[in-house]
């Protein structure tokens, strides 16, 4: 089945550590890509997103993807965390060129300790 | 310049009644998206609207229900309400119909008792 998978529920790391953050889809064709990220009881600010072109993709924060078509991923990463990061990320696919219907990951939830 | 805006902030409602949550767009934005978030799962796609058209539905049942007026904004309408039906409301817009960025409001939290 069609889907968007954010394997990890959880991650803590340590302020200033560098984050991974993992997102695989299933879709035939080379899907649109986002990264959003939701603080609680707020609604999804857009991180990145990725349409074409170069593969690694700079967004907000401090915060970059890189789209891996072999491996169906698009990573998101920082190379030192703040504690303002604490939050919860979605990965989201638009699977077609027609429509904008975003398809979301499950989230994972990032805690900093500091 | 101000982004989506979403009205109520929160909603509290009984098991049976209707609601009825609205969403203006950023300005110049001609598509507004509804979308469903349960506490702990990510966000699922109930509407599209473009032009005032429908353009997209999710796999919801037709006690969920939207339209988009002249000015781009929209309702979405929901009834007899169930409590699975707690949830964040989030409404997006874009410019485009078709893969375009999607922009979120700060979303209506609906508690149905």
């Known amino acids: 089945a069609q889907s968007v998978t954010q394997p990890d529920i959880h991650i803590t790391v340590s302020e200033g550590a560098s984050l991974e953050l993992r997102c695989n889809y299933s879709y035939g064709a080379t899907p649109y890509l986002f990264w959003y990220v939701q603080s609680p009881g707020q609604g999804l600010q857009l991180l990145l997103k990725y349409f074409s072109g170069d593969t690694l993709v700079q967004g907000i924060k401090g915060f970059e993807a890189e789209f891996k078509r072999s491996q169906s991923s698009f990573n998101l990463r920082k190379p030192s965390v ?25 989230g994972t939830i990032l805690r900093v300790k500091s | 310049d101000a982004g989506v805006t979403q009205s109520p902030t929160h909603l509290i ?35 599209q609207y473009y032009e005032k058209e429908e353009r997209g539905r999710g796999n919801f049942p037709d006690r969920f229900s939207a339209r988009q007026f002249p ?22 817009s874009s410019f485009r119909e078709n893969t375009d960025t999607q922009y979120f409001g700060p979303g209506t939290r609906l508690t149905v008792l």
């Open chain 1, 82 to 106: 703040h504690w303002s990061d604490a939050a919860e990320y979605f990965c989201a696919v638009v699977p077609s060129e027609y429509g904008n219907k975003l398809v979301f990951g499950a």
């Open chain 2, 13 to 47: 409602k009984t098991r049976g009644q209707h609601v009825t949550l609205r969403c203006s767009p950023i300005s110049g934005h001609k598509s507004v998206s509804w979308y469903q978030q349960v506490l702990g799962q990510g966000p699922q796609f109930i509407f």
């Open chain 2, 71 to 92: 000015n781009y904004s929209s309702e979405l309408n929901v009834n007899a309400l169930l409590l699975g039906d707690s949830a964040l409301y989030l409404c997006a």
